[in-house]
């Protein structure tokens, strides 16, 4: 692969100035760490980054195959793109992650969008050196959606977006098969990174001033199963957690099969790791649950939310939901409801089901109507804004801790969010962004809370 690396490096140090790269990623946390890896590369390659499309000559999307609608927009922005391909031939368009790692996508593209030069899957990181060779000389389109072997690669530099609050992955692909899901078939058997790269990661992010830490995979409490020497999610939090510095911990997503009475502890324990929990729930019916192959009950996942709540009363707990599962009645979506209501999420991510080719849940014939499945959305929604407002009324008067990270609305306001991952508003007369304060709430809103910083 060096030897590609210093191939193309060549050819690019030849041009005049150096070639730019826009790349934009799209779906989840996974994805975006990958397009920062992707950015990594391409700038060792002699590439540099610009955020304005036009003026690229690399374009690439990362993309996301979950649902539809995040694939009906990636066709629409590569139609787009022809126009440009059109005033500039030299420009590469490249089309990479979950959505082009199914051969179906790779059929569609090569028929319908004779403008994009390359496209590569979720397992090709490691290759993009080749591929960029083989695109700048070839000029034809290359493909690489091969499901190369199981080993993760370390050491791809990574461009990051944020200088706050950052992913890292600890794990990749899934294996647990939920009947309506995509992601284990495009994103392969789960495997995980081993304890020590990671605790490096994590050290010389902290170092270089990151205040917030995401640890990323599709399972995450299913962590370590895999390794040579295998060890829990429990005991790396608690691996992390012994870094020195100033810093705080997050994961996404943990799975309620997986969550462990010891999975618990470790959060509550363990100092640095916020007492917020992202546990998708996407069915409170055990009927629809079983038919997701969830393989937990409602019973068992409010075990899970009164466990953590009799260690920390105010523990915050997010999910997903999927709606209009197929052939799911209105008494399976009350089942839902009730548990929004017992839980009291402060946010919840609804998603009404999407039919992806290739999964179990694909054959069923659905009788469940369109209409009805837009129906129980809103009234989903409409009912999150009551328990969550509910929940946020608890902080009115109390003292939270807020990491900035955006300017407010106004000016000399800003925005951030609490451990609890609960958006705050401040006014500051100082530029507080990237830094933790203790902020008073003196006002709650539906969707966030507002207040005065007292240190
Ligand atoms: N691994 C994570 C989430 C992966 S996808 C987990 O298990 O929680 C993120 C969310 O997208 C899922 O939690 C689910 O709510 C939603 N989702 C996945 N497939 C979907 C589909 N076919 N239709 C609608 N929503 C879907
Ligand atoms: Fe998809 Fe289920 Fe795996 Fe999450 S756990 S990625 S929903 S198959
Ligand atoms: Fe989408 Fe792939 Fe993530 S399908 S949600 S980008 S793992």
């Given at each position: ?16 100035s150096p070639p730019l790269c826009y790349l934009h990623s799209f779906g989840?946390?996974?994805n975006v760490s990958d397009g920062e890896k992707i950015l990594g590369l391409l700038t060792?390659l002699g590439y540099g980054i610009t955020n304005d499309a036009t003026s690229a000559d690399m374009i690439i999307y990362n993309t ?9 927009k990636i066709?629409?922005l590569i139609?787009n793109l022809?126009h440009l391909k059109?005033n500039n031939?030299?420009l590469i368009i490249g089309i990479c992650g ?59 530099p990574a461009v990051r977006n944020d200088k706050i609050k950052t ?238 990270d955006s300017e ?25 962004i ?22």
């Amino acid at each position: 692969m060096t030897d590609y690396k210093n191939k193309v490096q060549k050819i690019l140090s030849a041009r005049i100035s150096p070639p730019l790269c826009y790349l934009h990623s799209f779906g989840c946390q996974q994805n975006v760490s990958d397009g920062e890896k992707i950015l990594g590369l391409l700038t060792e390659l002699g590439y540099g980054i610009t955020n304005d499309a036009t003026s690229a000559d690399m374009i690439i999307y990362n993309t996301c195959a979950v649902r539809e609608n995040a694939e009906l927009k990636i066709y629409g922005l590569i139609g787009n793109l022809k126009h440009l391909k059109e005033n500039n031939p030299e420009l590469i368009i490249g089309i990479c992650g979950c959505m082009a790692q199914q051969e179906h996508v790779v059929e569609k593209i090569k028929k319908t969008y004779k403008q994009v030069d390359l496209v590569f899957g979720t397992f090709a990181l490691n290759e993009l050196p080749k591929l960029v060779y083989n695109v700048l000389t070839e000029r034809k389109l290359m493909v690489d959606i091969t499901e190369y072997n199981n080993e993760i690669p370390e050491g791809i530099p990574a461009v990051r977006n944020d200088k706050i609050k950052t992913g890292v992955p600890i794990m990749y692909g899934c294996n647990n098969f939920c009947s309506y899901c995509i992601v284990p078939y495009v994103r392969g058997r789960e495997r995980s990174r081993k304890p020590g790269a990671i605790l490096k990661e994590v050290k010389e992010l902290v170092d270089a001033g990151y205040k917030e830490i995401m640890l990323l995979g599709q399972n995450v409490n299913s962590y370590g199963k895999t390794l040579e020497n295998p060890i829990t999610f429990s005991e790396l939090l608690r691996m992390i957690n012994n870094i020195e510095g100033d810093f705080k911990i997050r994961f996404m997503s943990p799975h309620p099969k997986d969550a462990t009475k010891e999975f618990i502890d470790a959060i509550v324990e363990c100092d640095k790791v916020c007492k917020h929990l992202h546990l998708p729930l996407q069915s409170g019916s055990n009927r629809i649950l079983d038919e997701m192959n969830r393989r937990y009950t409602v019973e068992k996942y409010m075990e899970i939310i009164d466990y953590a709540r009799s260690r920390i009363p105010d523990f915050s707990f997010s999910t997903d939901i999927i709606i209009g599962f197929p052939n799911e009645t209105y008494e399976d979506f009350k089942c839902t409801l009730d548990v929004m209501r017992k839980v009291k999420y402060d946010n919840v991510f609804s998603f009404i089901y999407s039919k992806r080719t290739g999964t179990k849940a694909a054959l069923i014939d659905d009788k469940t109507s369109a209409e009805d499945k837009g129906k129980w959305m809103r009234e989903l929604l409409e009912v999150q804004r009551e328990v969550s407002s509910e929940f946020f009324k608890r902080f009115e008067g109390r003292v939270l801790d807020v990491l900035f990270d955006s300017e407010g609305k106004n000016d000399n306001w800003y925005t951030g969010k609490s451990d609890e991952f609960i958006i705050v508003e401040a006014k500051s007369d100082e530029i507080i962004i990237g830094q933790r304060k203790k902020v008073k709430i003196t006002k709650v809103f539906n969707w966030a809370l507002q207040g005065e910083i007292i240190n």
